[in-house]
């Protein structure tokens, strides 16, 4: 059991860091606004994960990625969520740098943003219904469990995982508040890096690797 977990671990361990549209809106908060602000889309982007485990136990996840209409549904509304997020970015109606103090209603648009980018995410989806029965193991116990079990440390490793980027990047917000400058570059790449994935998003089909 030991093994399987750290196996599963180690493997959830090297997806989180590897960048996705999650990590991009991420850091493209903690660049500009400091953080707090990363660390509150972060939330938002874990709070999407418990979604998608919830439904992959309730076997809802199985019932979208059997209709393609449903899957490519949800596909679309990802993707054009996912331009919206980025069409905003580049022409700066987010436009708060260096860390810059935030109103009341920025902490729940900022983990708003982070849960609708994953909670709309098919892949995701795709992601728990795949790789979880892999290290279920059917004679160890309640296969139910088993599957919460590895939900709660997936969102675990990736919390931690995904801090790591928010650190570093919180050093860029720093200099970007010294170098406002610079403030327009960051807005445009990361809202091209964003609006790519939803590009990618948009075109793949149902039959995309998670």
Same mark, same amino acid.
């Given at each position: /059991?030991?093994?399987? @977990?750290?196996?599963?671990? %180690?493997?959830? *361990?090297?997806?989180? %860091?590897?960048?996705?549209?999650?990590?991009? %809106?991420?850091?493209?908060?903690?660049?500009?606004?400091?953080? %707090?602000?990363?660390?509150?889309?972060? $939330? &938002?982007?874990? #709070?999407? !994960?418990?979604?998608?485990? !919830?439904?992959?136990?309730a076997g809802i996840t199985a019932l979208l990625l059997a209709v393609p209409a449903a899957y490519d549904g949800l596909r679309i509304? &990802?993707?054009? @969520?996912? $331009? @919206?997020?980025?069409?905003?970015?580049?022409?700066?109606?987010?436009?708060?740098?260096? +860390?810059?103090? /935030?109103?009341?209603?920025?902490?729940?648009? #900022? =983990?708003?943003?982070? !849960?609708?980018?994953?909670?709309?995410n098919p892949k995701t989806a795709a992601f728990y219904l795949s790789i979880f029965p892999q290290f279920i193991l059917p004679h160890? &116990?309640?296969?139910?469990?088993? +599957?919460?079990? #590895?939900? $709660?440390?997936?969102?675990?490793?990736?919390?931690?995982?995904?801090m790591v980027w928010v650190m570093g990047a919180g050093f860029l917000a720093g200099f970007l508040k010294h170098h406002p400058q610079?403030?327009?570059?960051?807005?445009?790449?990361?809202?091209?890096? =964003?609006?790519? !994935?939803? $590009?990618?998003?948009?075109?793949?089909?149902?039959? *995309?690797?998670?």
């Amino acid at each position: /059991m030991l093994i399987q @977990y750290g196996t599963f671990a %180690l493997a959830t *361990a090297v997806l989180a %860091l590897t960048p996705g549209p999650n990590t991009a %809106l991420t850091l493209s908060r903690t660049v500009a606004q400091g953080r %707090l602000a990363g660390a509150l889309v972060l $939330l &938002g982007v874990e #709070l999407g !994960f418990l979604v998608h485990l !919830f439904a992959a136990i309730a076997g809802i996840t199985a019932l979208l990625l059997a209709v393609p209409a449903a899957y490519d549904g949800l596909r679309i509304v &990802g993707a054009c @969520y996912l $331009l @919206y997020v980025a069409n905003r970015m580049i022409l700066g109606h987010q436009r708060l740098v260096g +860390g810059q103090t /935030m109103d009341r209603e920025q902490p729940w648009r #900022l =983990i708003g943003s982070g !849960f609708a980018s994953n909670a709309l995410n098919p892949k995701t989806a795709a992601f728990y219904l795949s790789i979880f029965p892999q290290f279920i193991l059917p004679h160890h &116990g309640s296969v139910l469990l088993q +599957g919460l079990l #590895l939900g $709660l440390l997936h969102i675990t490793v990736s919390t931690l995982c995904n801090m790591v980027w928010v650190m570093g990047a919180g050093f860029l917000a720093g200099f970007l508040k010294h170098h406002p400058q610079w403030e327009r570059a960051q807005r445009w790449l990361f809202g091209t890096i =964003i609006g790519l !994935f939803a $590009l990618k998003l948009l075109v793949e089909r149902r039959h *995309a690797p998670a």
